[in-house]
């Protein structure tokens, strides 16, 4: 009896592990019936997808399911680079790497009015040649707030696997609303944050280690992130990207890093400098891209450097003729 009881109990526990990892088939033999003709527009193909959910939490798994069943990995675009210099346009093309299926997520997300953030970070083993030395990120996925609740996403991983060059289909449901211990064994944010851990693991600890487990044994700096998420949420997109431009810096100071940081304030300068911003924007503006041009200049490429401080000064001297 006490043997039976044990059996049981044991069904129960995986039951309850594995279950929130079940393929809803009602919504993905919707997804896979939508019509071809809505990719030709995003608000339509929104509303159709989600006309069978109940709440945000299907209506993300509809949009996760279509995008899998959709998208195809861009595997010439990464081998020849082309990927780099073109504006990823999966819902065109059929087509897309991980940042890719990243912003289709989150522009599907924004139609529907559900909270959700690309996040960019490191990722071992997945798609060709993607371990490296981690002085850059390489692969993006979400973090989507359904129902009051932080849930990740990575459709990249859950659309199939890369094998001697070739795409090869192959729906893994475990991407969807993952585990996030299950997503630290083979990603890392590079924002500590959106670890949703409050010991977080080190980037030497994740490219040294292959069991999470180990990886989280040697973290011992403490860090909040349920309130930093919550001033995250607070702040404005460009107060956003910069929040999280800086937190990846200071997680892994390495150039390419410097470089989006310096990028990150050219942007928000930018969008505080065109015709008809009010004076505060201006001088915001002015602020933001000499924030820019202090860390251009830790850059090592001289040209690189000259070339983008260039930049700043003219958005500089164009805001100031605005304020006058």
């Given at each position: 009896?006490?043997?039976?009881?044990?059996?049981?109990?044991?069904?129960?526990?995986?039951n309850s592990?594995?279950?929130?990892?079940?393929?809803?088939?009602?919504l993905?033999?919707?997804?896979?019936?939508c019509?071809?003709?809505?990719?030709?527009?995003?608000?339509?193909?929104?509303a159709?997808?989600?006309?069978p959910?109940?709440?945000q939490?299907?209506a993300?798994?509809?949009?996760?399911?279509?995008?899998t069943?959709?998208v195809?990995?861009?595997?010439?675009?990464?081998?020849d680079?082309?990927?780099?210099?073109?504006?990823?346009k999966?819902?065109?093309t059929?087509?897309?790497v991980?940042?890719?299926?990243?912003d289709?997520l989150?522009?599907?997300?924004?139609?529907a009015k559900?909270?959700?953030?690309?996040?960019?970070?490191?990722?071992k083993?997945?798609?060709?040649n993607?371990?490296?030395?981690?002085?850059?990120?390489?692969?993006?996925?979400?973090?989507?707030k359904v129902?009051?609740?932080?849930?990740?996403?990575?459709?990249t991983w859950?659309s199939?696997y890369?094998r001697?060059?070739?795409?090869?289909a192959?729906?893994?449901?475990?991407?969807?609303?993952?585990?996030?211990?299950?997503?630290?064994?083979?990603?890392?944010?590079?924002?500590?944050?959106?670890?949703?851990?409050?010991?977080?693991?080190?980037?030497?600890?994740?490219?040294?280690?292959?069991?999470?487990?180990?990886?989280?044994?040697?973290?011992?700096?403490?860090?909040?992130?349920?309130?930093?998420?919550?001033?995250?949420?607070?702040?404005?997109?460009?107060?956003q990207?910069?929040?999280?431009?800086?937190?990846?810096?200071?997680?892994?100071?390495?150039?390419?890093?410097v470089q989006?940081?310096a990028?990150?304030y050219?942007r928000?300068a930018?969008?505080?400098?065109?015709?008809?911003?009010?004076?505060?924007?201006?001088?915001?503006?002015?602020?933001?891209y000499?924030k820019?041009?202090d860390?251009?200049?830790?850059?090592?490429?001289?040209?690189?450097?000259?070339e983008?401080?260039?930049?700043?000064?003219?958005?500089?001297?164009?805001a100031?003729?605005l304020?006058?």
């Amino acid at each position: 009896m006490k043997i039976k009881l044990i059996f049981w109990v044991f069904l129960l526990f995986v039951n309850s592990l594995f279950s929130k990892n079940l393929i809803n088939t009602e919504l993905l033999h919707y997804a896979e019936n939508c019509p071809q003709v809505l990719k030709k527009d995003l608000n339509k193909l929104v509303a159709y997808l989600k006309k069978p959910t109940k709440d945000q939490s299907e209506a993300v798994e509809v949009f996760f399911y279509w995008i899998t069943k959709n998208v195809a990995y861009d595997v010439k675009g990464l081998a020849d680079g082309s990927y780099l210099t073109q504006e990823s346009k999966p819902l065109e093309t059929g087509v897309a790497v991980c940042q890719g299926y990243a912003d289709l997520l989150k522009d599907m997300c924004v139609v529907a009015k559900i909270d959700c953030y690309v996040i960019v970070g490191y990722a071992k083993e997945r798609f060709a040649n993607t371990r490296a030395n981690y002085k850059d990120t390489n692969h993006a996925w979400n973090m989507v707030k359904v129902d009051g609740v932080y849930k990740i996403v990575d459709a990249t991983w859950g659309s199939g696997y890369v094998r001697d060059d070739i795409f090869y289909a192959e729906l893994e449901i475990s991407n969807l609303f993952a585990e996030p211990n299950y997503l630290l064994e083979k990603r890392l944010p590079s924002d500590p944050r959106w670890q949703l851990k409050d010991y977080p693991i080190s980037l030497g600890a994740f490219a040294k280690y292959d069991s999470v487990q180990t990886m989280l044994s040697k973290a011992t700096i403490y860090y909040n992130y349920k309130d930093s998420i919550q001033v995250f949420e607070n702040l404005d997109s460009n107060h956003q990207a910069i929040a999280t431009a800086m937190s990846a810096y200071r997680f892994n100071p390495t150039i390419p890093l410097v470089q989006e940081l310096a990028n990150t304030y050219y942007r928000a300068a930018y969008d505080h400098s065109k015709e008809g911003c009010s004076p505060n924007e201006l001088n915001i503006a002015i602020v933001y891209y000499k924030k820019a041009i202090d860390w251009y200049n830790e850059l090592e490429d001289e040209e690189k450097k000259k070339e983008h401080k260039k930049s700043c000064y003219r958005g500089i001297a164009f805001a100031q003729y605005l304020l006058k």
